[in-house]
């Protein structure tokens, strides 16, 4: 009895022991080198230099850290603008970091800012860079935060961030553009979707009903016009669902599978005026971080890997890619970007630069000559688009409208001469 007793006041202490070592077990972050680059991740440790241990296991650690509570949301373009853009005047107004973090938060209306801000304070407090900070909340793009910890290492940090401002200004402003060009034909097409839906519902069944009645002949059109609105009004449930994943399954598999979006890309450059559209702001993005990085100091091969990173079409990034492994074997930027057929006004202009000595110079007019010819461009094509479109929403609704009365011409002698 007394050896039983014993054996079970070890096991009470062995679990209490277990208990408490569980208990002090914490959370912490790391930022290790990987191959080629620089990972975050976590680990669960009970001391720091046991989280160190463990992550060193990994990688080559640059930054261990305990974790803040809570999950740090991602950061929109958007949010990135205005976090660079104030963050750099306030570090040139002489606040240091924390308190133009402070600042920039208390400016902020947007809690997801609030959020990322209160994590990279808790971060910077125990020591972690401010570019580490970034890159350990999970929320900055790689682009951000290799740009910043570039202009930490030679203490142009406030350049840097503005270099970013300019950038996601840009973006954000491209965009703002593109959705300005297609939102009135967008507006027109849906409300002339709309209306024809409504006619084909509640005025047609009536004047299908007339027609019975009397038993006109219906011709081709109105027999179509008719037959579409009987499938809506029988299978609009199906119709719906259809469309909705039929919509959801080409997204994911543009999104997910590279063959599929390789695919879908070539198609939609085919077309002349998407063409233009879609490629040009991956110019803008290209040479607008080509430019920044190169004012910042990062390797061309660093800075072709985060290039990639902020391309939005496959096929551009697969270039950038065949381009920068042409350069590691010893190919000049511009020789490399002419080979892989990228715009020649473009790779001139890198030759030229790299030929002074100023390409930050080159890069900065072909990117001004790119903005003033895309925003020409898109005048233009908001002009033209809009009466288009009425064109276009005007023959759909006049067919189905005549198609409809159609049948009444045919009615009119018959009636006459009942009379």
Same mark, same amino acid.
């Given at each position: ?7 079970? %006041? ?94 920039? %938060? ?55 961030? %503005? ?13 703002? %553009? ?40 219906? !011709? ?60 040009? !702001? ?21 800075? &072709? ?26 190919? !000049? &930027? ?52 809009? !009466? ?32």
């Amino acid at each position: 009895m007394a050896e039983e007793s014993s054996n079970e %006041k070890r096991g009470k202490t062995s679990t209490t022991a277990v208990a408490k070592r569980q208990q002090r077990q914490k959370s912490y972050r790391y930022i290790i080198i990987k191959g080629e680059r620089s990972v975050q991740g976590s680990v669960t440790a009970a001391t720091l230099e046991e989280a160190k241990e463990k992550a060193s296991k990994k990688g080559l650690v640059l930054e261990v850290t305990e974790s803040p509570p809570g999950r740090c949301p991602k950061m929109s373009e958007r949010d990135m603008y205005f976090f660079a853009f104030n963050l750099a005047n306030f570090i040139e107004s002489g606040f240091n970091m924390v308190e133009a973090l402070t600042v920039v %938060k208390e400016r902020s209306a947007n809690k997801k800012v609030s959020k990322v801000i209160d994590h990279l304070i808790f971060y910077i407090n125990r020591g972690v860079s401010v570019s580490g900070a970034m890159q350990l909340t999970g929320s900055f793009s790689p682009l951000f935060v290799n740009l910043v910890r570039s202009g930490e290492t030679s203490g142009t940090l406030p350049l840097a961030l %503005k270099d970013l401002s300019d950038f996601y200004k840009t973006m954000l402003a491209l965009r703002s %553009k593109i959705m300005n060009a297609v939102l009135y034909p967008a507006i027109i097409s849906i409300a002339a979707v709309g209306a024809i839906i409504i006619y084909m519902l509640f005025v047609l069944p009536t004047l299908g009903g007339l027609y019975d009645m009397v038993g006109a002949q219906l !011709p081709a059109p109105t027999r179509i016009v008719m037959s579409i609105a009987d499938f809506i009004k029988n299978y609009w449930i199906w119709l719906i669902v259809g469309i909705i994943g039929g919509i959801a399954l080409i997204r994911f598999l543009v999104t997910n599978v590279i063959p599929v979006k390789r695919v879908y890309e070539h198609i939609k450059f085919a077309i002349p005026v998407v063409n233009k559209v879609a490629i040009t !702001p991956e110019y803008l993005r290209l040479s607008k971080t080509l430019r920044s990085a190169y004012v910042n100091g990062l390797p061309v091969v660093d800075v &072709l890997n985060l290039t990639m990173g902020v391309m939005s079409h496959q096929i551009y990034k697969d270039k950038i890619k065949s381009a920068r492994d042409m350069i590691i074997g010893g190919m !000049p &930027l511009h020789e490399a970007f002419r080979l892989n057929g990228f715009d020649s006004l473009l790779w001139r202009s890198i030759a030229l630069g790299e030929e002074s000595g100023r390409l930050e110079e080159s890069l900065t007019r072909y990117i001004g000559v790119v903005e003033d010819e895309f925003n020409a461009y898109l005048g233009t094509l908001t002009a033209a688009v809009e !009466p288009f479109a009425l064109i276009f929403v005007g023959v759909v609704v006049g067919f189905i409208v005549l198609s409809l009365y159609l049948p009444m011409f045919d009615m009119i002698p018959t009636l006459l001469g009942s009379q």
